[in-house]
């Protein structure tokens, strides 16, 4: 069974640009949740979709933002960067239930020089 | 302000003994509890969970213990090996489950000594 797939896999981008990243889930999962990874705060959620419906945000600014498709697969894009943006962002997909075992796909990293 | 705090950001532990990660928390309405292994250039990889309905779960070399009156829980790994190096992070979740996302302490970095 295929697992996480994030795509890029890395990126460098100039401040003021945009970025959208990819993420297809395990088949069957219908919710993808996005975390951002820094070395100073660890991993934050950023959100989570379930059956193209955004269910919660994190606490970030509406230059993050994200969409689902019906084959549940997610896009995240953030808009004007800064070079604070730099950062693994992590998507992970989970199937029914509340027992919020998250399987992570091994990330994007963004660079914003 | 941290809801979920790992206050070693590294730990040694010599091959075949003991290692214990900690994990404190302050939002008393987390009722689940997980552990997570991360590799470098990998995402995080579930290792172990608990309800707080528990107060141990264990599987395999894995053991989580969770003191709800403290709001601490750990992480016991016996015996340590070399494969077991990694960054551990723990991460709490509340009624919402899934949809409210976790809460992901800072990481331990935990590195075996042969």
């Known amino acids: 069974k295929a697992g996480v797939t994030q795509t890029p896999r890395y990126l460098i981008k100039t401040r003021g640009q945009q970025v959208t990243l990819s993420c297809s889930p395990i088949?069957?999962?219908?919710?993808v949740s996005w975390y951002q990874q820094t070395p100073g705060q660890g991993l934050q959620f950023l959100f989570e979709?379930?059956?193209?419906?955004?269910?919660n945000k994190g606490n970030f600014p509406g230059r993050f933002s994200g969409r689902q498709f019906s084959n549940s697969r997610s896009e995240m894009n953030v808009s004007t960067l800064e070079l604070g943006d730099s950062a693994l962002y992590l998507c992970?997909?989970?199937?029914?239930?509340?027992?919020?075992?998250?399987?992570f796909g091994a990330g994007s990293r963004l660079t914003v020089l | 302000d941290q809801q979920v705090k790992q206050n070693s950001p590294s730990l040694s532990v010599q091959e075949g003994r003991i290692s214990i990660l900690n994990c404190d928390y302050t939002?008393?309405?987390?009722?689940?509890f997980l552990w997570y292994k991360k590799y470098p250039a990998e995402g995080p990889t579930f290792l172990i969970s608990?309800?707080?309905?528990?107060d141990k779960n264990e599987d395999g070399r894995f053991t989580v213990f969770l003191n709800k009156s403290a709001k601490h829980l750990s992480l016991h790994i016996v015996p340590s090996q070399p494969g077991d190096s990694a960054v551990y992070f723990c991460?709490?979740?509340?009624?919402?489950?899934?949809?409210?996302?976790?809460?992901f302490g800072k990481g331990t970095h935990l590195i075996i000594q042969p």
């Open positions: 992970a997909s989970s199937g029914q239930g509340v027992t919020n075992v998250l399987t």
């Open positions: 088949s069957g999962h219908r919710s």
């Open positions: 979709y379930f059956s193209e419906t955004q269910r």
């Open positions: 939002n008393s309405m987390f009722d689940y």
């Open positions: 608990i309800s707080s309905i528990k």
């Open positions: 991460a709490a979740s509340g009624e919402g489950g899934g949809a409210d996302g976790l809460t």
